[in-house]
């Protein structure tokens, strides 16, 4: 698989989602960057958006397993990883393997878990893995988690930590549909729900194939200087808390590199890093006074973006 074989991969697939979703492509291009990296992606917004439709279309298109979870206050660690059940009949305990034992993980409404249930994805999103009783067990690739939450609705809900927030490659919200949209959503939904009638139009072993080629995509001296500069202008403000870390700087590389390569390049140029910097850096940030106000995030972000200079074909 090359560069221009990713590329022909992304729009098949957007194509496929694209029965059910009304605009979108942006969102959707982004998914599939942190999908073909091995990223996971949180989509936030009000409900209603379509945030549930989307994760279901894309892994409806893809040929992978998918597990879909409820997060709710009473579920547990086990309910997500799996446990082990004492098997009466052969005298010994046996792991059953949770929903997390999939390629595409939905957890829907991720922040109406108790974090000590939010927390049992952290291993799983880090390492790939899932370790019960001192036996680690690996996921089966490719693994993505795509989580959802509502940002405005806070009774009975649980914010994701720092930690948590920083396992998500990216942060995407799918907006409302807007003039025309809005009636061709209408005329599409009218008389029955596309997505019962889209099958995979990409297999499971294309993305993993892609996976390991798009790492190859060459990103230049002055690109890495421009990221390591955005991240480090997000640690020198005295707004900032916490700015980004070492592992969003690299989740900047990486997507950089994932999205390159879905536009059919084998490089990266600064628009690729200027077009993620925002999903990928955003939620990684605390301002001081203005925790979980994701608006103001995003537009430190494009502040930043518009301060540092960007490397230029001259100064290359």
């Known amino acids: 698989m090359q560069y221009q074989e990713i590329s022909s991969l992304a729009k098949r697939v957007k194509e496929n989602v694209a029965k059910v979703i009304i605009g979108r492509e942006e969102q959707m291009d982004l998914i599939l960057t942190a999908m073909i990296s091995g990223g996971h992606v949180l989509l936030e917004d009000v409900p209603g958006t379509g945030k549930t439709m989307m994760a279901r279309s894309m892994a409806k298109s893809l040929e992978c397993a998918f597990a879909r979870v409820q997060f709710t206050p009473d579920l547990l660690p086990a309910d997500i990883t799996g446990m082990n059940v004492y098997q009466p009949g052969e005298g010994k305990f046996e792991f059953m393997p949770g ?15 108790t974090p000590r249930t939010q927390s049992a994805l952290l291993e799983c999103m880090e390492e790939k893995q899932v370790t019960d009783s001192g036996v680690t067990r690996r996921l089966p690739p490719p693994f993505m988690v795509i989580a959802t939450q509502n940002p405005v609705e806070t009774q009975g809900t649980f914010p994701l930590p720092e930690a948590q927030l920083d396992r998500f490659l990216m942060r995407l919200s799918m907006g409302y549909p807007e003039g025309e949209e809005a009636l061709q959503l209408m005329e599409r939904f009218i008389r029955s729900s596309p997505i019962e009638e889209i099958s995979a139009v990409a297999g499971q072993q294309e993305i993993c194939d892609a996976q390991k080629i798009y790492v190859q995509c060459d990103v230049s001296k002055p690109v890495m200087e421009y990221i390591a500069a955005l991240c480090q202008e997000t640690r020198d403000q005295k707004l ?3 700015g980004v870390s070492p592992r969003g700087m690299l989740a900047l590389l990486r997507a950089s590199q994932a999205y390159a390569a879905i536009q059919g390049r084998d490089y990266v140029i600064p628009d690729d890093v200027k077009k993620l910097a925002v999903p990928v850096l955003a939620h990684r940030v605390i301002l001081r006074g203005l925790y979980g106000k994701s608006g103001e995030n995003e537009k430190f972000i494009h502040e930043i973006l518009e301060r540092v200079p960007a490397p230029t074909e001259a100064a290359q």
Not at 105 to 113: G, K, M, Q, V, Y
């Open 99 to 113: 929903p997390v034992f999939t390629n595409i993980l939905l957890a829907d409404e991720i922040n109406r878990a």
């Open 240 to 242: 900032v808390q916490l």
